[in-house]
């Protein structure tokens, strides 16, 4: 009876050692510079006219679909933006990955016609000068003091969260961040 009693602390007391010694291990591998915590944040909306004259709805997406939303040059237009095409040039990816692109400018409906895209990517319109959308969507489409939109791309997962905190953030380096989150290897990728 005896040893049984003291069996049971000294068990204690080399687990508790172990323990010990694997958060010192664990913490003497930690990096040394800090690092940045993603923080997820509910996507603003997007309510809009596309190019056949539909109104398309971020929240109809939410929790059936993982979305890009690329603000571009509506100017120029859909056939000439680096990151509409490099997402079109990956369409089987996005296809097999469950993903829809929603792009907005302030083309017009007919000038988005133009643009030869598969069906879910989703070209909107936000009317100039009001550009409602690229200003709820923040500093990161919309630059205030200029009063102009911005180019941005965002990426929204099923739930409808998007990289920010008080305003969505863009992607840094869209192409790359695409092709990171569709899986793509650099060898597969090809300009």
Known sequence: MKLRILVLPLAAMIIGGMVWYKLQQDHQRLPTTPTVTTVRMQAPAIEALDKD??????????????????????KAGANADRTLQHLKSHSAELEAADYHVIAVSSALPQQNRKADFPQFFHLVTDP?????????????????????????????????????????VPLDNPDQQIDKLLGLTHDAIVE
Do not use: C, M, Y
């Open 53 to 74: 004259n539909s109104i398309t709805r971020l929240k109809s997406f939410q929790g059936r679909h993982n979305l890009f939303v690329v603000f571009f040059d509506g």
């Open 128 to 168: 100039a000068p009001l550009w409602k959308i690229h200003r709820e969507w923040g500093s990161g489409s919309f630059d205030v003091a200029a009063d102009q939109p911005r180019e941005a791309v965002f990426h929204i997962d099923r739930a409808g969260n998007v990289a920010g905190s008080s305003e969505p």
